[in-house]
């Protein structure tokens, strides 16, 4: 089994592969940029970590949240769900977003 991370934005998918024997404690030390206009910051981000076994991928939590959500905690642990619908806690991922520019800001 392979567990790794996807992140959903602007329909588009960025794959975030996990360490290597990494299904207790899989560790992610990856970056991924994605260019962001002002008029995107209510676009939905889609966070998941999944595990790719011989038959199927099992999703094993997940998170979904506006872009500016996102970016108003820049570090921290982010909370993770069974579903996007965010009823059923499954654990917590350690995210640090970063943004450069001037934010639309003259």
């Not at 934005?9 to 996990?18: A, C, E, L, N, R």
């Not at 994605?34 to 008029?39: A, F, T």
Request: aromatic content about 10%; charged content about 25%; glycine content about 8%.
């Amino acid at each position: 089994e392979a567990v790794y991370a996807s992140v959903e934005f602007d329909k588009k998918t960025y794959v975030i592969k996990g360490a290597v024997d990494s299904r207790k404690n899989p560790n992610w030390d990856d970056t991924i940029k994605i260019i962001l206009r002002d008029c995107m910051l209510d676009t939905t981000v889609k966070i998941q970590i999944l595990s790719r076994g011989r038959l199927f991928t099992k999703v094993l939590g997940a998170i979904e949240m506006p872009v500016f959500v996102l970016l108003s905690n820049p570090k921290g642990w982010l909370p993770f769900y069974k579903t996007t619908k965010h009823k059923v806690r499954v654990g917590e991922v350690f995210m640090e977003v970063s943004y450069e520019g001037d934010g639309g800001l003259p």
